[in-house]
């Protein structure tokens, strides 16, 4: 069965650095999105990407986070500046509907900011 | 703002019993609602959803009922199984075919032998 994956599963770094967190959604799926779950909080939508651009953010996803898709598979999540509360479970998802489509998550890269 | 809550954070029951996992919604706007299942160390996975136009929709074992009047949504599991023990929380749609979900916080559902 097709499924979300995610590199690495865990992200240590220190604080100010640049992460990029891998995602590589289902192959036929048309949307991509990313989330975050800080610890013990829930989760919270960060960005939904369609035809190669962004189509919604939240207000979390402010100008030290980008998406990209570098090629035909990977769907990567880019923190450029990392802050200590960036430290969070970050999970991308994927589907082929936008809006009221069944979005299939990954497992999660839990990113530790020291 | 307004967000998604849920009434009871933890839900403990006897195997073979039915579970009813409550969310109260705060946007009445919100036209669209999905249950997640989410085990431990594991991604949120899709159980049921429902549209603002509908008041029930049953899955396999799952029921979803919305109350657009209360502004409640409920998760009712038939027969709970060891396997449903999980963290459960719904997610609301602000916007007509957008993508945006605002999440509940969960209710840790934990089912007893």
């Known amino acids: 069965e097709p499924e979300v994956t995610q590199t690495p599963s865990h992200q240590v770094t220190q604080m100010g650095q640049e992460v990029i967190l891998r995602c590589v959604p289902i192959s036929n799926h048309l949307y991509f999105y990313w989330y975050r779950q800080i610890l013990g909080q829930k989760v919270e939508f960060l960005v939904s990407f369609y035809n190669n651009e962004i189509s919604e953010k939240s207000e979390i996803f402010d100008d030290q986070f980008s998406v990209e898709r570098p090629d035909g598979s990977n769907f990567t999540l880019k923190i450029r500046s990392t802050k200590l509360e960036d430290s969070a479970m970050y999970f991308c998802?994927?589907?082929?509907?936008?809006?009221?489509?069944?979005?299939?998550f990954g497992p999660g890269t839990r990113l530790t900011v020291l | 703002g307004e967000s998604v809550g849920l009434h009871l954070p933890t839900l403990s029951v006897q195997e073979g019993d039915n579970s009813i996992i409550n969310c109260a919604y705060s946007n009445s706007a919100s036209d669209y609602f999905i249950w997640y299942k989410q085990e431990s160390g594991k991604g949120p996975q899709f159980i049921i959803d429902?549209?603002?136009?509908?008041d029930k929709r049953q899955g396999q074992r799952v029921t979803v009922l919305l109350n657009k009047t209360v502004k409640h949504l409920s998760l009712q599991i038939a027969a709970t199984q060891p396997g449903d023990s999980a963290v459960y929380f719904c997610?609301?749609?602000?916007?007509?075919?957008?993508?945006?979900?605002?999440f509940g916080p969960g209710t840790r559902l934990s089912v007893l032998p």
């Open positions: 998802a994927s589907s082929v509907l936008g809006g009221d489509g069944e979005q299939f």
């Open positions: 429902i549209r603002s136009n509908m």
């Open positions: 997610a609301e749609n602000l916007q007509k075919n957008g993508q945006n979900f605002v």
